[in-house]
């Protein structure tokens, strides 16, 4: 009875075993060993650098540009309210100049509410916020003109009409904004850590491959007293190097993600904040007039928002201002910072001035002391809280200007310094699969 036949695996198993036997034999596996490490390394680090570099580029032309847009989404919209509310306080038609920023804060907020929607197309909560910005703007734009022609015709239905379009604006459209603005910031956090992250795993089997080249060398000298053989000395050299370009760019990105977060993306987000608080003060300190007295929740307000942007001590640098200087690294970003910070001083010395007056009872002072014109004496009041919160915005805005910069800058040098590494690292890996088998084939042709 013949002997059963062996399966394939097992004679394809005993062949390996008899050429592992001879030199021939066991200089191919070596081949076949540094091709498949090479080869390995070589797409790795291609697929986690091209990842890292993907991210990083995310970083600066997509998540903090959206996350941007979405904090002037709620710089509009609180703006129009502060703006509405400032061309109440005129009573009849408001100026021009009143009603133009309000118009261009809407459309502002319109734009970029379509924009959003064009971006959020995989973010459900984002797209949720996205959709509650759209339906209820006209309801709130709505609410503000039947208030102006309430208040052009002297009916004081009208500032009804604006204290219901404030809390419209309050509860629904800002804090739809808000978490607009929390989901791309989060998107931005997301790609930051992609980014930073270390590819552990391309530099484990880089460190592998070396060792790996570095023994083969060692052996063939070891059995031809040859120092050197070029084949897998130019594969060692052209694996090492792309480790090197592969570490030192993720080093050199990392640093300079670093550096446009804390001193960019940071800064931004503070200063952001501050700009909104000191919005829905100046928002809130209209309103407060604009109730007569009739409601001091307003005020309440004020004085917190006011509080958090800049402390409750008499300096005007605490609060968010305080953060933002702290994370500011130059002069250029902290002297718009300091000046906001004497501005809001003087913001509440005049504030406590319009109260004074509203209190008792002489309200055409107090809302000269907030909007300007004449006083109930008919003096002409020079010196507004309008003027004070306009100063605030303004310096605001060019600190929020100089830490863009900042964060372009950074941003822009992180992704730079992945740029080509993934191309780099595969062609070298494929340099070094060349150089390893030509080596060994030159060896192996000496058994011919």
């Keep these: 009875m013949p002997a059963p036949r062996r399966p394939v695996w097992a004679e394809r198993a005993e062949r390996l075993r008899s050429a592992a036997t001879t030199e021939p034999g066991r200089l191919r596996l070596i081949a076949a060993l540094l091709t498949a490490l090479l080869l390995a390394f070589g797409t790795v680090a291609a697929w986690q650098t091209a990842q890292r570099g993907d991210a990083a580029r995310a970083v600066a032309t997509s998540s903090q540009p959206l996350s941007a847009d979405a904090a002037e989404i709620y710089r509009s ?255 250029g970003g902290r002297a718009p910072v300091r000046a906001v910070a004497a501005d809001v001083v003087t913001w509440r010395a005049r504030h406590q001035v319009v109260r004074a007056d509203d209190t008792k009872g002489d309200y055409d002072s107090a809302v000269a002391g907030a909007i300007g014109g004449t006083d109930s004496a008919g003096h002409l009041v020079s010196a507004t809280t309008g003027q004070s919160f306009d100063a605030v915005d303004a310096g605001l805005r060019q600190a929020l200007d100089h830490e863009t910069g900042e964060f372009q800058r950074s941003a822009g040098a992180a992704r730079d310094a992945l740029d080509g590494v993934p191309q780099g690292a595969a062609a070298l890996a494929a340099l070094a699969v060349a150089g390893a088998l030509v080596g060994v084939s030159r060896r192996l042709s000496e058994y011919r």
């Design 77 to 331: 919209l609180a703006d129009a309210d502060t703006t509405a509310a400032t061309g109440f306080l005129v009573g009849g038609a408001a100026p021009a100049d009143v009603t133009n920023r309000y118009g261009t804060d809407v459309r502002t907020a319109a734009q970029l509410i379509a924009k959003a929607a064009a971006h959020n197309a995989g973010s459900p909560l984002g797209q949720a916020q996205v959709t509650l910005l759209s339906e209820q703007l006209p309801v709130y734009t709505g609410l503000v003109e039947t208030a102006r022609a309430d208040n052009r015709q002297g009916l004081p239905l009208g500032g009804a009409y604006l204290r219901y379009a404030n809390e419209q604006m309050a509860g629904t459209l800002l804090p739809a904004a808000q978490k607009l603005y929390r989901a791309e910031t989060g998107s931005l956090g997301v790609d930051y850590a992609h980014a930073e992250a270390v590819p552990w795993a391309a530099l484990a089997l880089g460190a592998v491959t070396l060792a790996v080249l570095a023994w083969a060398q060692r052996r063939l000298y070891r059995r031809t007293r040859r120092v050197f053989n070029p084949g897998l000395l130019a594969g060692f050299t052209a694996t090492a190097a792309a480790l090197l370009w592969l570490a030192g760019g993720q080093l050199v990105a990392r640093a300079d993600l670093h550096d446009s977060w804390a001193h960019g993306a940071r800064s931004l987000e503070v200063l952001n904040a501050a700009r909104i608080d000191a919005l829905q003060a100046r928002g809130d300190e209209n309103l407060t007039l604009v109730a007569r007295g009739g409601d001091t929740q307003y005020e309440t307000l004020y004085e917190r928002e006011t509080t958090d942007l800049a402390g409750p001590g008499p300096g005007g640098d605490g609060g968010l201002l305080g953060q933002a200087l702290a994370l500011a690294d130059e002069d």
